[in-house]
């Protein structure tokens, strides 16, 4: 992706940049580049959009329930090549990628890649899972604490 693509990730989630990454290399390797175009929105930016939205070819959230301001949401073109089919195709990748797409909303907007809410599900169990692991080893210290001190008192006597 080129410089500016890269720029607009900036602020976005990491494993959504990640995904999206994934997804150009893998655009890529089928003959077709693509650009970012949004990545994080602040609450003003979201506002000028939703104001001027009528202008706008693609749906626009209302202010507060984008996920675009919440940097877990980007909007992708493809640039040179096209073939007639490339939305569709970046959609198709996108998925692949772990990425919902737009093209499949009730107000279709094809542009639009955002993290699922599964996905943050995902990422938030392997959190609660790894803290879990922690705690585990926490008790299992305990555990060897607890027997090395009925070691001790059984020496003792
Ligand atoms: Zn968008």
């Known amino acids: 992706m080129d410089r500016s693509s890269e720029n607009s990730l900036l602020g976005v989630d990491a494993e959504l940049a990640r995904r999206v990454r994934n997804m150009a290399a893998a655009l890529s390797a089928r003959g077709i580049e693509i650009k970012v175009t949004s990545g994080k929105r602040s609450a003003e930016r979201q506002a000028a959009l939703w104001a001027n939205r009528a202008n706008n070819p693609y749906p626009v959230a209302r202010p507060g329930t984008s996920k675009h301001e919440q940097g877990l949401a980007v909007d992708l073109v493809p640039t040179g090549i096209r073939t007639s ?57 305990l555990a060897a604490l607890g027997v090395t001190a009925l070691l001790i008192h059984l020496l003792k006597d």
């Open 85 to 141: 089919n490339a939305s569709s195709i970046m959609g198709e990748e996108g998925e692949r990628a772990g990425l919902q797409w737009g093209g499949r909303f009730t107000k279709p907007d094809p542009v639009h890649f955002e993290m699922p809410d599964s996905g943050a599900l995902v990422l938030n169990g392997s959190k609660i899972i790894a803290q879990a692991k922690e705690q585990a080893s926490g008790v299992r210290v």
